[in-house]
Structures are given as C-alpha cells and as structure tokens.
C-alpha cells in the first residue's frame, strides 16, 4: 500500500518506487519458487524468510529480472519451468547442499576418466 501510495509522488514515484517494486516482488516471487524445495526439506516459513533474508543479493539477482520478465504477457509461461529448476537450486546453494557425484579425494585433478578406471582396477 505504501509503495502505492509513494507512487504518487512526483519524480519519485516514476523513477525510484518501480525499482524497490521490481525488489521486492524479486523477493516474495523468490520465496514462492523456493518453498516447495525448502518445505520438502523441513524448513518452516519463518526459517526460510530468514534464510532468503541472510542472502539478499542472491535472492534479488534471481527474483528481480524474473519479476521483470514476468510483466511481459505469454514470457512467464516459457519461463516459469526454468524459474522452478533454478529455485530449487537456489535452495540448494541457500542450504549449502553439494552435489553428490562430486569425484572421489583418492583421484588426482588432473586425471581423465581411463585413468581413474584403471586406479581402481589396480
């Protein structure tokens, strides 16, 4: 209502509000895309507003040019399945979740996949 409200205003209500709009839609749509990942995780809303809150810049690069793109009729339905994938990795990057097929300690950086193989051969 406020950010209505503001809108209002000469000078400021065409050039600073519709930024801080674009935010915090960015972050609620955010928090939408990422609670079905969190939820599943067992985090409650107040720990995940939190959480998304510890990461603000990460949070806005990803919610704010979605939001944007959004007010584009017809985008949102070409866009909404990567929003979702890329949610659920936010949540993952939020939560500091590693992939699991990362390679093994034993085997060198340098290695190509032949000689990982014989490693284990012998």
């Not at 709009?21 to 609620?28: K, M, P, Q, R, S």
């Not at 609670?35 to 704010?64: D, N, P």
């Not at 300690?105 to 051969?121: F, G, H, I, M, W």
Request: glycine share 6%.
């Amino acid at each position: 209502m406020l950010l209505l409200a503001l809108g209002f205003v000469p000078v400021l209500g065409q050039t600073v509000i519709p930024v801080i709009a674009i935010l915090v839609t960015g972050f609620f749509l955010t928090e939408e895309l990422t609670a079905i990942a969190l939820t599943r995780r067992s985090i409650a809303l107040r720990e995940r507003l939190a959480l998304l809150r510890s990461r603000k810049m990460l949070v806005w690069g990803f919610g704010a040019p979605l939001a944007a793109a959004f007010l584009v009729p017809v985008v949102a339905v070409f866009l909404m399945p990567g929003a979702v994938a890329g949610a659920t990795l936010l949540a993952r990057d939020l939560l500091n979740e590693h992939d699991r097929d990362e390679p093994s300690e034993s085997a060198t950086p340098d290695a190509t996949p032949d000689d990982q193989v014989l490693d284990q051969r012998g």
